[in-house]
């Protein structure tokens, strides 16, 4: 068992949700960050936060598949009011998907972005980036807006995008797709230790065997773990610590358990070889 954080779950949206945080606990989890969507999901989320402290971060965030005629401004207004209880901004981005399009513009979807980024860069927070279809845009906004931190969550998109957002010092993020889908696979084999991240995006139902024909949740980044490692031919421990420190350092979470990680390792190797 590793000591992990899952950098991005709609806890929100998770049905049963106090034995989903129980079992993470369980399988070593000792962070989840909490993403929120837009303004019910960002109440939604600080509430959580709340409950199930020092175990759950909140993000607030505008979602570029929730944004609204009316609404937007307000959500805004409520991330700036509360973004000193947050660790990140996020789940925040654009969407080229044509069933987001239609509803809200590549053009306002960019200023919604715009707009939201600079709340994250007046408070110094890290962004949690969303970029389906619009890879380079994002990381050209994101980039122009001088937010300094920034993970591209479940990051599936080309090679070369994934290289600037590296260069610039960003993080991609690994989600249960690591399993099976080959872009996002590419993605994170190319993605050096250093910039990258573990994630669940839970509840989101992944297409991977049937094991995982039922919504995912915070405990099962010990798989997107496991498949890093298969990905990256390595120890699973040494994946575990360096995506975990990535995390503390990120979200700027100082205070957990670290230390132990090398420890926990060293067991961990021990018993595989008195078996
Ligand atoms: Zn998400």
Same mark, same amino acid.
């Given at each position: 068992?590793?000591?992990?954080i899952?950098?991005?779950?709609?806890?929100?949206?998770?049905?049963?949700?106090?034995?989903?945080i129980?079992?993470?606990?369980?399988c070593?989890?000792?962070?989840i960050?909490?993403?929120?969507?837009d303004?019910?999901?960002?109440?939604?989320?600080?509430e959580?936060?709340?409950?199930?402290?020092?175990?759950?971060?909140?993000?607030?965030g505008?979602?570029p598949?929730?944004?609204r005629?009316?609404g937007?401004?307000?959500?805004l207004?409520?991330i700036e009011?509360?973004?000193?209880?947050a660790v990140?901004?996020?789940?925040?981005?654009?969407d080229?998907?044509?069933?987001? &399009?239609?509803? #809200?513009?590549?053009?306002?979807q960019?200023? %919604?972005?715009k707009?939201?980024? *600079?709340? @994250? /860069?007046?408070?110094?927070?890290?962004?949690?980036?969303?970029?389906?279809y619009?890879?380079?845009?994002?990381?050209?906004?994101v980039?122009?807006?001088?937010?300094e931190?920034?993970?591209?969550?479940?990051?599936?998109?080309p090679m070369?995008?994934?290289?600037?957002?590296?260069?610039?010092?960003?993080?991609a993020?690994a989600?249960?797709?690591?399993?099976?889908?080959?872009?996002?696979?590419?993605?994170?084999i190319?993605?050096?230790?250093?910039?990258?991240?573990?994630?669940?995006d839970?509840?989101?139902?992944?297409?991977?065997? &049937?094991?995982? #024909?039922?919504?995912?949740?915070?405990?099962? %980044?010990?798989?997107?773990?496991e *498949?890093? @490692? /298969?990905?990256?031919?390595?120890?699973?421990?040494v994946?575990?610590?360096?995506t975990?420190?990535?995390a503390?350092?990120?979200?700027?979470?100082?205070?957990?358990?670290?230390p132990?990680?090398?420890?926990?390792?060293?067991?961990?190797?021990?018993?595989?070889?008195?078996?």
């Open positions: 068992m590793y000591p992990l899952d950098t991005h779950a709609h806890l929100d949206d998770i049905e049963d949700l106090d034995p989903a129980a079992k993470a606990r369980e070593g989890l000792i962070a960050i909490a993403v929120g969507v303004y019910e999901s960002n109440n939604r989320v600080l959580i936060a709340e409950r199930y402290r020092s175990l759950v971060f909140p993000a607030l505008c979602h598949g929730e944004l005629a009316v937007t401004e307000r959500n207004q409520f009011d509360n973004v000193e209880r990140g901004i996020g789940e925040i981005g654009l080229y998907h044509k069933r987001v &399009t239609s509803k #809200a513009s590549k053009e306002a960019k200023q %919604v972005l707009d939201v980024l *600079a709340i @994250a /860069r007046r408070y110094a927070k890290p962004a949690l980036v969303h970029s389906r619009s890879w380079r845009d994002c990381f050209t906004i980039q122009e807006s001088g937010v931190r920034a993970v591209f969550h479940w990051y599936s998109g070369s995008v994934l290289h600037d957002l590296i260069r610039q010092g960003y993080f993020s989600t249960l797709a690591a399993g099976y889908h080959q872009e996002h696979r590419r993605a994170m190319e993605t050096p230790g250093d910039n990258l991240l573990l994630e669940t839970s509840p989101v139902v992944y297409r991977w065997g &049937t094991e995982f #024909a039922h919504p995912s949740e915070p405990a099962d %980044v010990t798989r997107v773990l *498949a890093v @490692a /298969r990905l990256k031919g390595v120890e699973p421990g994946v575990a610590q360096r975990t420190e990535n503390l350092m990120l979200f700027g979470l100082p205070n957990l358990p670290v132990f990680i090398l420890a926990v390792d060293k067991v961990q190797e021990s018993r595989y070889n008195q078996n």
